[in-house]
């Protein structure tokens, strides 16, 4: 068979040109991909669409901040924007957005999603989420349709001084909070604050020789935070009807570092210091009921606490008013309360710390002489460094401690006497025990019902009587 030379250079031509342009419409489009994941939520595929932001921003190591965006659920939607509109803001804000549609799956609610959001930080922590390896590892956020992010909300600047490390950061950083609340909200939510158990600070790079961002904005680093104990208690918050906050540790320090002016090295290991740390907190407290007023949130602040978290956190629940600690940081003047707290194991009353030997907190019986002073002779100051201080009345918001029996004994001895304070002046406690195993959080259904019923039943305003018929 003879082909016509010219038709035939003609078609290659053709043929060409359309490969050109499909290559084309792929480069053009290659911002949006889509495919399937893998749900524990509903024991099979769903789809998954992700598109970049035209004005991506990258955290320090260079990798994208990332929304996971759960879609069609079975659940009330609380946030009235369209899917389209919030997701066109967060795109606009420089996230890359990964939609997960959950096509109105009858498993896609409480408290089952929890699931496929421990699987998500857990594939985002590991590399490779729906085969994307550079998401950010610590700036990447789970999200319920209609809910936004206030990221980076500036609530306390840091004093270099407190804990001098490293010996070139002078000018102090400020603390921030990401707020996740419902956008155009059908309801005013409560919202649940957390300190992060996972530190920010500031980092002095010899190669460089200057102060870099390394190290700040740590609080959702997955690794030592939700992907390293599996915590899905906050971004499964919105399931329940609640927005939820995560701010800085207030030790803006390496954990195992930190001392007082002309003291020793690394005497602040493995604990923080007031007032400092108290201050933060108020303040933190304080600029999230400012901010979420405007966000049309309720007014109603809960506390979740773990491990530092629960140490930083727990400096909310007392009603004691200390002018040192009320008068420091933002929006003074603004209540501080908060109406609820969950804690987990954390430490409350360094007086206690010698009642054991050898009971899991060395670093502190070994250190805190070295600040504060041997303890029969600066029992008061010793007193003013826990929150057990700070709890003076019935007026101290109801809390539920968390913990398991086989963690380090001296979380126990604390949780007990803390309880034991708050009982004996008639504050509402609740116990959660033996959830799991050693130093780890509430991760199965029924454990994490436990956490949300408690903060429901007093964050939500009462319901009013029906009249009877």
């Known amino acids: 068979m003879k082909y016509n030379s010219i038709s035939f250079l003609t078609f290659s031509s053709r043929k060409y040109f359309f490969i050109l342009l499909l290559s084309l419409s792929v480069t053009l489009s290659s911002w949006a991909a889509s495919g399937k994941w893998t749900s524990q939520v509903t024991a099979g595929t769903i789809e998954f669409k992700a598109t970049e932001s035209e004005k991506p921003i990258k955290d320090y190591a260079g990798n994208y901040l990332t929304v996971v965006y759960l879609e069609n659920l079975t659940l009330k939607k609380i946030g009235r924007n369209s899917i389209k509109k919030d997701v ?24 089952k999603i929890n699931e496929d959001i421990i699987a998500i930080n857990d594939s985002i922590a590991a ?26 909300v500036s609530y306390f600047v840091d004093n270099p001084k407190v804990y001098n490390t490293p010996e070139q950061y002078i000018v102090g950083d400020s603390l921030h909070m990401d707020i996740i609340y419902p956008a155009n909200t059908v309801a005013k939510v409560p919202v649940i604050l957390s300190f992060s158990y996972s530190n920010s600070y500031a980092n002095y790079d010899q190669s460089k020789g200057k102060l870099t961002d390394a190290y700040k904005d740590q609080r959702l680093n997955l690794a030592y935070s939700f992907a390293g104990f599996n915590d899905s208690f ?76 629960s140490t930083a956190g727990s400096m909310a629940i007392g009603d004691k008013k200390v002018n040192a600690l009320e008068n420091a940081g933002f929006h003074i003047g603004i209540s501080d309360d908060v109406q609820a707290a969950t804690l987990g194991p954390g430490v409350f009353d360094y007086t206690l710390i010698y009642n054991t030997p050898d009971d899991g907190d060395k670093n502190l019986e070994l250190r805190c002489p070295w600040v504060w002073g041997p303890l029969d002779e600066n029992r008061e100051l010793w007193e003013s460094m826990g929150s057990s201080y700070l709890v003076e009345t019935k007026a101290t918001a109801p809390t539920l401690f968390f913990y398991n029996t086989d963690d380090d004994h001296y979380y126990q001895d604390q949780i007990t006497h803390l309880k034991s304070k708050l009982d004996h002046l008639g504050v509402p406690t609740s116990t959660l025990i033996n959830y799991g195993k050693g130093h780890a959080i509430p991760q199965t259904a029924s454990s994490l019902n436990t956490l949300y019923s408690f903060f429901k039943n007093y964050l939500n305003p009462p319901k009013a009587n029906k009249p009877k018929k």
């Open 127 to 152: 590399g490779n989420f729906c085969g994307y390896k550079n998401c950010s590892q610590y700036k990447s956020y789970v999200l319920f349709e209609g809910y936004r992010i206030a990221r980076n």
């Open 234 to 309: 906050l971004e499964g918050a919105p399931a329940n009807g609640m927005a939820w906050a995560i701010a800085d540790h207030p030790k803006y320090c390496p954990w195992s570092k930190g001392k007082p002016v002309n003291g020793a090295n690394d005497a602040y290991k493995s604990f923080q210091t007031n007032p400092d740390a108290a201050q933060k907190v108020k303040s933190a407290i304080r600029t999230l009921r400012f901010l979420g007023k405007q966000m049309g949130l309720s007014g109603k602040i809960g506390i979740y606490g773990f491990s530092r978290g």
């Open 88 to 111: 066109n803001w967060l795109l606009s804000q420089g996230y890359r957005v990964i939609e997960l549609n959950y096509s109105k799956n009858s498993n896609a609610k409480a408290l």
